[in-house]
């Protein structure tokens, strides 16, 4: 069964995009990845900022790959991290109006990326936040450790992504993964604080500022195009790879792998 956006507004101007897959801890599946870049590509003059969060004490686990089969994983799963989930992603960079990801559980792989691509980020004091690709066997998107180098440095990114590291709010607060730590029992409050002062905000500054911001980033990280084809090809072997049939097996397997080095 897929998972589900919910949606509502809890605040004047603020529109809360919730994502919901519970059996799977919000993994992100088809059907929520295109409703988040279909909510915010199709964003209403009333809406001046919108909040990312999870359901059920979850931000997101995710991809959703428990369902694919072995025989046709290498294709599914890159489908599913290549058009759907690049998708949602340039939606929150793309969106005009300043967005907030509101983390009340953990948020890993996929999901940090996720959160990690709203303007803003608050987490409850007691979540995890983490990059398992090195225990999967996964080359990460160079767009992808683009994001984390330019929020917190190479020092930090390198530690995330090579040995698979899980941090708590704590040290992510240190790093500037987020903006702001408060209690399970104040998240909610705080993040509609947040959202209705950013809502309140000069919509012409705010959506000005997110692409003088976006092109300046852009410019930094560009690649040249023969560097880029190469860096796609290389994330492309990976999901033909032996090692990441074994890691995600082994993952579901609550085992460790066996790794093969192809």
């Not at 199709?42 to 369902?67: A, H, N, P």
Request: hydrophobic content about 45%; glycine content about 10%.
């Amino acid at each position: 069964m897929p998972g589900e956006l919910l949606i509502d507004r809890p605040a004047a101007g603020v529109l809360r995009l919730a994502i919901s897959n519970p059996v799977k801890r919000n993994a992100l599946d088809r059907a929520i990845l295109a409703a988040i870049a279909a909510q915010l590509t199709t964003l209403d003059e009333s809406t001046r900022c919108v909040i990312l969060t999870g359901t059920d004490g979850t931000f997101s686990s995710g991809y959703d790959i428990s369902e694919i089969t072995a025989e046709d994983f290498a294709e599914e799963a890159e489908k599913l991290v290549a058009q759907p989930f690049c998708e949602a992603l340039a939606a929150l960079d793309g969106a005009g109006v300043p967005t907030l990801a509101v983390l009340t559980g953990s948020a890993i792989g996929g999901g940090l990326e996720l959160a990690l691509s709203c303007d803003l980020r608050l987490a409850s004091d007691h979540i995890q936040l983490g990059m398992p690709p090195a225990k999967l066997g996964l080359i990460y998107s160079h767009t992808g450790l683009r994001r984390f180098l330019d929020a917190i440095g190479e020092p930090r990114t390198r530690e995330l992504f090579l040995l698979g590291r899980y941090v708590d709010a704590g040290t992510a607060l240190g790093w500037g993964l987020v903006n702001w730590v408060a209690e399970p029992h104040e998240v909610e409050t705080h993040a509609l604080e947040v959202a209705t002062q950013l809502a309140g905000n000069s919509p012409l500054s705010m959506a000005g500022n997110k692409r003088v911001l976006r092109e300046l980033l852009h410019a930094e990280g560009a690649l040249d195009p023969d560097v880029e084809r190469e860096m796609l090809s290389l994330r492309a072997s990976s999901f033909q790879s032996q090692d990441l049939l074994e890691g995600v097996s082994a993952f579901m397997q609550k085992r460790t792998p066996s790794w093969k080095g192809r």
